[in-house]
């Protein structure tokens, strides 16, 4: 029983004093509305509460990658509710790999992503809308609001830090090559190719981090750009990280969302 004790207090110690996660541009601490990919694997969920829209949108992810070599993969599935819809909607799941190759430097990190949706997405004219209409909390993710839609999406980021100090911007762009748009409804998803930009900027805190950030979502032949602005709070609970963040629709500040969510490392 002794030998016991001894070898659980050990290796409590050995958790205790484990290397701490690497203080770098490619493991920064994660957006709430901007790209996901980096250097570190997790997984989690998102909740967000939307108005004026009556619902919620909320999503489950999760990414693994290599520390040896920066190669990984990815998959996202999105959901969305409204009682005054029709209910529950899903939209088309994502999976892709992700690239972080390593660079001679802590303080500058690029990162590629590719993937391909899976047209699960609902196809009624009021799940399509529930989808689209969510969409706003996370706008880097609107194309998956295309009702059983196959689409090819790919981006670039550019990662940086300075000591407490990070930042983010990415580059995506998105192209639809089949779906099944509802004949009917107010509401419908475009499938024109679009193109993504967003950026922000952080303060780590060593057990929190607060972000700002901008996500732009364009589709081509659509006049005219939806931009969201955010601000967020992420906690680090060992593997642990909760967070929040208050979303609003640029130039319509009686629209937006309050998320919540929680991620996982692996």
């Known amino acids: 029983m002794t030998r016991r004790l001894t070898m659980v207090a050990m290796m409590s110690c050995v958790i205790a004093h484990a290397d701490p996660a690497p203080i770098d541009a490619l493991h920064s601490p994660a957006f709430a509305t901007l790209e996901r990919y980096d250097a570190s694997s997790r997984f989690g969920g998102e909740l967000s509460f939307l108005t004026p829209f009556p619902g919620e949108r909320a999503d489950l992810h999760v ?3 290599d520390p040896k070599t920066g190669m990984g993969a990815y998959a ?3 959901f969305a ?4 819809r029709g209910g529950l909607a899903i939209g088309d799941a994502e999976v892709g790999g992700i690239s972080a190759p390593h660079l001679r430097t802590d303080i500058f990190g690029l990162v590629f992503h590719a993937g391909i949706t899976v047209p699960i997405g609902s196809t009624s004219a009021a799940g399509a809308g529930t989808n689209l209409l969510a969409s706003p909390s996370r706008l880097d993710d609107r194309y998956l609001a295309i009702p059983a839609a196959t689409s090819l999406r790919g981006g670039i980021s550019a990662l940086v830090r300075g000591g407490p100090l990070f930042g983010r911007a990415d580059v995506g762009l998105d192209a639809n090559l089949s779906d099944e748009q509802p004949v009917s409804g107010t509401q419908r998803a475009t499938g024109e190719t679009a193109i993504r930009i967003n950026a922000g900027a952080g303060i780590d805190l060593e ?3 607060v972000t700002a950030e901008l996500a732009s ?3 081509f032949g659509v006049k005219g750009w939806l931009d ?3 601000v967020a709070l992420r906690f680090k609970v060992r593997r642990v990280q909760p967070y929040a963040a208050v979303v609003f629709q640029a130039f319509d500040t009686t629209a937006g969302a ?3 969510g929680i991620d996982a490392s692996i």
Do not use: D, E, N, R
């Open 63 to 65: 990414q693994y990658v």
């Open 76 to 78: 996202s599935l999105p």
């Open 81 to 84: 509710y409204s009682a005054g």
């Open 207 to 209: 057990y929190a981090s």
């Open 217 to 219: 979502f364009h589709a």
């Open 228 to 230: 969201t602005v955010a």
């Open 258 to 260: 309050l998320t919540i």
